[in-house]
């Protein structure tokens, strides 16, 4: 009887641990069942923050009501006076088709033509700055050289200003050489060397310096070659147009009516000599140029989940949007 008893004990026992161990696997597969949807949910969660966080970003940084209806856009630019071309003597072939009429003797800009091509940079802007491509401004006329300054400053870009020095694109390796003379000059002042020399190399080390930082100021702290450039004065700064065609650097321009459209590979035509019309069209190529940076930056925070497609174009048209609300309210209704 004790015996029989024993064996009892023994067959519950091991019953018992087998029950257990049932229990534990099975809580084991619950509980790694309940982390992966929940890893699944998370992934699903973040991927829909950052669409909505994208989204976000290009409505806000991108003010898209000019863009939306070609009307007010169109009054905004003749408010801006876009529309102003050069005498009818100084026109140039290529610019025939963006020609609307004329008024006193002069050209007037089609501003429809202008709004196109103005959004179509903006998407270009908006990628390039995505992908961290050196953007270098030029503009060294008056009315154009101190928002050259702010816009490059505000987008973390490169630009020039005062003078093109011809060979800035051709002769790398020389101005780099100059960027370089620039700095030690620099380092020189701060750290008081200086006091050591004499009175007449002091005095030629000092215009050294000022005349290095006229010219090459907004480009000090360029470390590759420039992959976009951005021209307001195409006439004035020919030879930079030029120097990016030779070079095949992406080169997009204002092109007034006595400019060469065939020297840029993406234009924007409008009036190149009016401060207001200037300070227009760089405040939003700026915003593309920022957009384009906080996407990467966003991609950079959640561990390269978002995917900027080339196909995907952040300034949808008029048309898609209003296609996509009525598939919606179809969708709601059914």
């Not at 969660?45 to 940084?61: E, M, S, V």
């Not at 120097?243 to 006595?258: A, H, Q, Y």
């Not at 978002?306 to 309210?329: A, G, M």
Request: aromatic share 10%; glycine share 4%; charged share 25%.
């Amino acid at each position: 009887m004790i015996v029989s008893d024993n064996i009892n004990i023994r067959e519950s026992a091991n019953n018992q641990s087998i029950s257990d161990q049932i229990d534990k696997n099975k809580l084991l597969k619950v509980s790694y069942l309940l982390e992966s949807s929940t890893k699944k949910a998370l992934i699903r969660r973040r991927r829909q923050i950052i669409q909505n966080l994208r989204n976000i970003l290009i409505k806000k940084i991108i003010n898209f009501d000019h863009f939306l209806n070609p009307i007010d856009t169109y009054k905004l630019m003749l408010t801006k006076s876009l529309q102003f071309g050069h005498p009818v003597i100084q026109c140039d072939s290529g610019m025939k088709k963006f020609i609307r009429g004329q008024l006193n003797g002069k050209h007037l800009i089609n501003l429809f033509r202008t709004r196109r091509y103005l959004r179509k940079a903006l998407w270009y802007l908006t990628k390039y700055a995505y992908h961290r491509k050196n953007i270098l401004f030029v503009g060294t006329t008056i009315p154009s050289s101190r928002y050259v300054a702010t816009t490059a400053l505000k987008t973390k870009s490169f630009f020039v200003n005062f003078r093109w020095l011809g060979g800035m694109l051709n002769n790398w390796k020389t101005l780099r050489i100059l960027l370089q003379k620039l700095k030690t000059l620099q380092k020189e002042q701060k750290t008081k060397i200086w006091k050591n020399f004499p009175k007449k190399e002091i005095m030629a080390r000092r215009k050294e310096k000022q005349r290095l930082e006229k010219y090459l100021k907004g480009i000090q702290m360029i470390k590759g070659f420039p992959e976009v450039v951005i021209m307001t004065s195409q006439i004035k700064d020919i030879s930079a147009a030029r120097e990016c065609k030779k070079m095949g650097i992406w080169n997009l321009s204002i092109v007034d009516t006595n400019c060469d459209p065939r020297l840029a590979d993406l234009i924007i035509p409008a009036n190149d000599d009016s401060a207001s019309s200037i300070k227009f069209l760089l405040y939003y190529l700026g915003k593309a140029i920022n957009t384009g940076r906080a996407l990467a930056m966003l991609k950079k925070k959640f561990n390269n989940n978002l995917k900027y497609s080339t196909s995907i174009k952040p300034f949808s048209s008029y048309k898609s949007i209003k296609s996509q609300k009525d598939k919606k309210r179809k969708i709601n209704k059914n």
